[in-house]
């Protein structure tokens, strides 16, 4: 009896290891599971991060901006129809040298920094920006927006078409395309920035194809009722075009300046240059608070001294966009150049 007691106490014990084992691998299997899971999402964790910044070089050097951020300054009137058209959000910007029509003016949950000469870079402080855009107007501003916003990415996107570039036209056209490459890696929008500066080297192309090569150019901006003369080679607009499409100046004078209303000489002085073509820079069109502006057409129309001109007699005179003033993105310059290049081609 006490033999077959010792079996049955034996087999029962045996019967309980088998039960504890059978239970326990599954425990095991399944702890194992949560640690390569935990693994896997930790190692995901580390990746995603890695893929969270993308380095971006700037006119300063190399900075590291985070992808997608989610709140977002732009100080920089080459950006916000790109950064429009792509859904991004802004937080704040600066709504008095901006087209009147852009989303961004409109909303008003976007705080409005003011205009470059009088702005409240207390307000960009308070947003606690993940990234701040800075460029052209406000490029002076960048080391005073750095200290204010330490924790934030800063990049400023501007490049010199002044007359102190050795290539202002280089520089537009680099400049215009690294800004949208930029800004691309920035939003996760590679394909579209890739595609805008395609269109945007065809648009190039197909205006050195429509000009002939000889005739003459002569590039104004209008502001107040007064024609400006818009200097070849430098400057805000026409200046650089005269490098990127090889332009012969119907005109050429000393000590011009790239001042965005043109160079104060007389209508008459521009008449005598018989230019067989005239470009217009509408500069009031673009800025909202201009409530009494002349149109630019009317002004030309109106100008006794251009009647006989040329460009004026045989209509040989383009327009720039009624906002490029105030917004001189890459697709500004695409709808101008496709604008250039049609009237060429007639």
Not at 125 to 131: K, T
Not at 137 to 142: E, G, K, L
Not at 236 to 262: C, K
């Amino acid at each position: 009896m006490k033999k077959n007691n010792v079996l049955k106490s034996t087999a029962i014990m045996a019967a309980a290891v088998l039960m504890m084992t059978a239970c326990s691998s599954p425990s095991s299997t399944t702890t194992g599971t949560t640690e390569t899971t935990e693994t896997a999402e930790t190692t995901a964790a580390v990746t995603s991060k890695e893929d969270l910044t993308v380095e971006i070089n700037d006119i300063h050097g190399p900075v590291t901006v985070p992808v997608n951020p989610q709140k977002v300054i732009s100080l920089d009137n080459r950006t916000y129809e790109t950064l429009s058209d792509w859904g991004i959000e802004l937080v704040a910007v600066p709504k008095g040298v901006m087209p009147a029509d852009s989303p961004y003016v409109t909303d008003e949950s976007v705080l409005d920094i003011g205009n470059h000469r009088e702005p409240n870079l207390e307000i960009i402080a308070a947003a606690d920006p993940d990234l701040v855009i800075i460029g052209q107007r406000f490029a002076s501003y960048y080391e005073e927006i750095k200290k204010l916003v330490p924790n934030a990415a800063v990049i400023d996107l501007n490049f010199d078409v002044s007359e102190e570039a050795d290539k202002p036209g280089e520089n537009l056209v680099n400049g215009l395309k690294d800004s949208t490459v930029a800004l691309g890696k920035i939003f996760d929008k590679n394909k579209e920035a890739e595609q805008l500066t395609a269109d945007f080297d065809q648009a190039i192309e197909a205006v050195k194809s429509a000009y002939n090569g000889t005739d003459t150019i002569m590039s104004v901006v209008v502001s107040g009722g007064n024609i400006g003369f818009s200097a070849p080679h430098s400057g805000r607009v026409w200046g650089p075009m005269y490098e990127v499409f090889g332009w012969v100046p119907a005109l050429e004078i000393d000590n011009t300046t790239s001042d965005h209303q043109g160079d104060d000489i007389s209508v008459e002085a521009i008449a005598q240059s018989n230019p067989d073509w005239i470009f217009v820079l509408d500069r009031d069109a673009a800025v909202s608070s201009v409530t009494d502006a002349v149109p630019a057409q009317d002004v030309i129309d109106q100008s006794p001294a251009l009647q006989n001109v040329t460009a004026v007699s045989e209509g040989h005179i383009v327009y720039a966009p009624a906002d490029t003033y105030t917004n001189e993105s890459i697709q500004t310059y695409l709808e101008l150049f496709g604008d250039i290049a049609k009237a060429l081609a007639e």
